[in-house]
């Protein structure tokens, strides 16, 4: 099976530790049977691809990062897979439920000016058009100061500089595959109209913070207390956040398409299981009750280095 021989000692890391941008967009794709090879000839030309679209406009911060999917990963590559690497495990608790859906390629657009977005995705599916099936494309927006559409603050707790790598790419415990990360996806529906219902005050309980000043608030159990998960020492284990709000106010469409990347799945898997299933000390996530979710999947990002390294027909040996 057609794979990539990489040497993987230094690998560069694909941007996924680039601060947030105004614009982002979230395409998520199927491969179609016998398509394998337009794929691989994308991926490992996407980097260039990007400098290309981006380089006459160097304000703009134009960047992409590419997943690959479970169901994907041995028809693109052979040899060994990232060790953490399994299909979206879906959840169904009493009240909510976290669904699996298809996705076998990620590219997490982001810049700071909407038709530099729009331009790259125009790029990738020319030359995929005829090789995968879009399963979802979600063109997403700063909002105000740093908000979701419910009106809070959305990424305070992200880790910046040295944590953020730590927290999000892959280290010496696959070195086969470090330098890469773990994305899981999800995009959400909001109902807004039963949520603007609540008094700020029950909006506040619901998420933990104070909507004015974001200020942490002590309430067990709310969405803030839910998705804080820690380690055998205490220690909170963290993710790398990059979800943003978007929406189709003329169609009642208001969400945020959530995307965690990590160093391992464990983590944001940990948290889910929290959110919709509940836990000892408390029950699921109250956001869920205003809050649904209609995708979910899982992804590897390979690093930088190994997609560059992506030659048609070379040996795994």
Not at 217 to 226: E, F, Q, Y
Request: overall charge negative; charged content about 20%.
């Amino acid at each position: 099976m057609p794979s990539s021989s990489i040497r993987w000692a230094g690998a560069q890391p694909q941007p996924v530790l680039s601060p947030p941008a105004p614009v982002a967009v979230f395409l998520v794709v199927t491969i179609r049977p016998g398509r394998e090879p337009e794929v691989r000839e994308l991926l490992a030309g996407l980097a260039g691809l990007v400098r290309a679209v981006g380089f006459p406009s160097p304000d703009g911060g134009l960047c992409c990062v590419a997943g690959v999917g479970s169901s994907a990963w041995d028809r693109l590559f052979g040899g060994p897979r990232p060790r953490e690497l399994h299909p979206f495990r879906e959840l169904d608790g009493s009240r909510h439920r976290a669904v699996a859906t298809p996705g076998d390629l990620l590219f997490h657009i982001r810049a700071a000016r909407t038709d530099l977005c729009f331009a790259l995705v125009a790029e990738i599916m020319k030359r995929l058009r005829d090789a995968v099936t879009v399963q979802d494309e979600v063109q997403a927006f700063a909002y105000f100061d740093s908000r979701n559409v419910l009106g809070f603050v959305d990424g305070t707790e992200n880790p910046v500089g040295q944590a953020a790598a730590e927290a999000a790419i892959v280290g010496d415990e696959d070195a086969a595959f470090s330098g890469g990360s773990y994305a899981m996806v999800q995009k959400y529906l909001h109902d807004v109209d039963a949520w603007e219902a609540l008094a700020v005050e029950a909006q506040e309980k619901v998420i933990g913070r104070s909507k004015l000043t974001n200020i942490e608030l002590d309430v067990p159990g709310s969405h803030i207390d839910v998705n804080t998960v820690t380690g055998p020492d205490g220690e909170d284990l963290e993710i790398l956040r990059g979800a943003m709000p978007f929406g189709r106010p003329g169609h009642g469409e208001f969400g945020t398409y959530f995307i965690a990347y990590a160093r391992t799945p464990e983590i944001p898997e940990a948290m889910l299981r929290k959110m919709f299933l509940g836990g000892p000390e408390s029950g699921p996530d109250p956001i869920l009750d205003y809050s649904q979710a209609v995708t979910g999947t899982l992804f590897f990002i390979p690093s930088a280095t190994f997609l560059e390294a992506i030659e048609e027909g070379a040996d795994t040996d």
